[in-house]
């Protein structure tokens, strides 16, 4: 019983410190992106064909990565 919750605690742990280093990595390329280049480009960027979404658009590290749904 005590195994369970070792092994799920430190798997929670874990996971929330690999969560908070990719967060860490998103905000400091937007830093960095700001002071580079002094226009506005959006982090998340999305379209609509009525009330369906039609596509999603991520800008990271300087490139656009495109979902089509």
């Known amino acids: ?5 070792k092994y799920f605690l ?20 937007k830093a960095a992106h700001n002071i580079i280049y ?3 480009s959006p982090f998340l960027s999305y379209s609509f064909s009525g009330i369906i979404p039609k596509m999603i658009k991520f800008h990271f590290m300087g490139k656009d990565f495109i979902l089509y749904l």
Request: aromatic residues 10%; contains cysteine.
């Open 38 to 40: 002094p226009d506005k």
């Open 10 to 29: 430190i798997s929670m742990i874990y996971s929330i410190m690999v969560i908070c280093l990719i967060i860490g990595f998103v905000v400091v390329e």
């Open 1 to 5: 019983m005590f195994n369970k919750r």
